[in-house]
């Protein structure tokens, strides 16, 4: 299996920024794509952000300007930076490899105060 750590998450007031790391253990696994979702209390999870190992990058319509998905193949680690942080990015932001059946990071928490 894949195991996935992700680091980076807390409390930001609106308008701050943050950067969240998730690096898969086996330098030698190839994973083809690495993405981020959320899920806020009560809601469905919904996809934030994806990129390919070639650099092909997909992002929600809500974060879209505003966050930015990276990764190093290398070492396969994802990041997302958040700036310009609103309350409503307030969720649990969950780290995932793979297209079909991903494996997941544990997840987390993400809180943007007015």
């Known amino acids: 299996q894949v195991q996935l750590v992700e680091s980076g998450g807390g409390l930001v007031q609106a308008g701050g920024s943050l950067r969240l790391s998730c690096a898969a253990s086996?330098?030698?696994?190839?994973?083809?794509?690495m993405g981020w979702y959320r899920q806020a209390s009560g809601k469905q999870r919904e996809l934030v952000a994806r990129i390919s190992n070639v650099g092909r990058t997909t992002y929600a319509d809500s974060v879209k300007g505003r966050f930015t998905i990276s990764r190093d193949n290398a070492e396969n680690t994802v990041y997302l930076q958040m700036d310009s942080l609103k309350p409503e990015d307030t969720a649990v932001y969950y780290c995932?490899?793979?297209?079909?059946?991903?494996?997941w990071g544990q997840g987390t928490q993400i809180t943007v105060s007015s």
């Open positions: 086996g330098r030698g696994f190839s994973i083809r794509t």
């Open positions: 995932a490899a793979g297209l079909i059946d991903p494996y």
